[in-house]
């Protein structure tokens, strides 16, 4: 099945920028939507931004103007660029990808890990 690995979150003051980054691997057969779920303590996962194979990007309202997501097809990544952050972005960042394999070829979602992102004084 389809691994994600997350990587780029830690502590940072507000105004300030992180890049997550996230790599896909496991016989990767097809990729299409890959995105950015955030989680904060006592609340729901919601939906950061998620951009299709052909680039085309969605955001949350919050992260508008402030965060750009991207992907690189050939290394089968994608990225999070987080600039002005807010302590409201504080949270548990999840890398998402649709994807299928060779053994399992059928679309499904995939989850990452998580990493932390802090936003503090």
């Known amino acids: 099945q389809v691994q994600l690995v997350e990587s780029g979150g830690g502590l940072v003051q507000p105004g300030g920028s992180l890049r997550l980054s996230c790599v896909a691997s496991g016989g990767i057969r097809t990729l299409s939507d890959m995105g950015w779920y955030r989680q904060a303590p006592g609340k729901q996962r919601e939906l950061v931004a998620d951009?299709?194979?052909?680039?085309?990007?969605d955001y949350a309202d919050s992260v508008k103007g402030r965060f750009t997501i991207s992907r690189d097809n050939a290394k089968n990544a994608v990225y999070l660029q987080m600039n002005n952050l807010k302590p409201e972005d504080t949270a548990v960042y999840y890398c998402?990808?649709?994807?299928?394999?060779?053994?399992?070829?059928?679309?499904?979602?995939?989850w990452g890990p998580g990493t932390q992102v802090a936003v503090s004084s």
């Open positions: 951009i299709t194979s052909n680039g085309a990007a």
């Open positions: 998402n990808a649709v994807g299928s394999t060779w053994s399992r070829p059928y679309p499904s979602p995939y």
